[in-house]
């Protein structure tokens, strides 16, 4: 049973470019979650998604940051018009209902 | 709203002696608690987590954690550290139906000297 996946796992990005990063959750997982990690800082709630529904997305900017979780294919979280700010591992993690939280390794977004 | 902080964001033992890491909590609930350890370059693993009952919780990799209500602690301790421990840990605290929100303190760093 393959763990959560996240590609890519490294992007660079020039300013004002999009982002897109992409989780699969593990199978038979129905919620996910995305965090994100500044250097030398804890991890961040960012967004709680379900099949095609956000259920918390109190941690997300109001700007330029969006998430989404289709009812077939990966949740993408999709940043536009990227910042140097913007640099930061960008970690999944998925649970089946709301249970355990299984993390992913992260996409490592570098914003020249 | 919840917090999280680990006071120390360094810790440096040597191999063979025991660690203590310390976690302080706010939230206005009874907590959901949990500790996660990363690798450099990995994702998180839960070591472990407390959701009721035994205040002192067993995880894996020899770690465990003590529930102190009166102090709004949850300290993850090992008798003693193998060289593979060094790793960045991470406390957190859950909200939700589950706990499953997580809201992570700023981590410590530990390393360990032969």
């Known amino acids: 049973n393959a763990g959560v996946m996240q590609n890519p796992r490294h992007l660079v990005r020039r300013r004002g470019q999009e982002a897109r990063l992409r989780c699969s959750p593990m199978k038979g997982h129905s919620h996910v979650y995305w965090y994100r990690q500044l250097p030398e800082e804890g991890l961040k709630f960012m967004v709680y998604?379900?099949?095609?529904?956000?259920?918390?997305e109190s941690g997300m900017p109001k700007e330029r940051f969006s998430a989404e979780f289709p009812k077939e294919g990966p949740s993408i979280l999709r940043i536009q018009q990227v910042v140097r700010g913007d640099s930061a591992a960008y970690f999944c993690a998925s649970s089946e209902n709301t249970g355990e939280l299984f993390f992913g390794e992260g996409s490592r977004l570098t914003v020249l | 709203a919840q917090s999280v902080t680990q006071p120390d964001i360094h810790i440096t033992v040597s191999e063979g002696a025991s660690l203590e890491l310390r976690c302080n909590y706010s939230y206005g609930a009874t907590p959901y608690l949990f500790w996660y350890v990363q690798s450099p370059g990995q994702g998180l693993q839960l070591l472990l987590k407390y959701f009721s009952g035994d205040t002192l919780v067993q995880g894996i990799k020899g770690f465990e954690a003590e529930f102190k209500r009166s102090q709004s602690s949850f300290n993850l301790r090992k008798p003693s550290v193998h060289w593979s421990d060094a790793a960045e840990y991470f406390c957190a605290v859950g909200r939700g139906n589950a706990g499953n929100m997580l809201t992570f303190g700023g981590g410590t760093r530990l390393m360990v000297k032969p």
């Open positions: 998604l379900q099949k095609e529904n956000i259920i918390d």
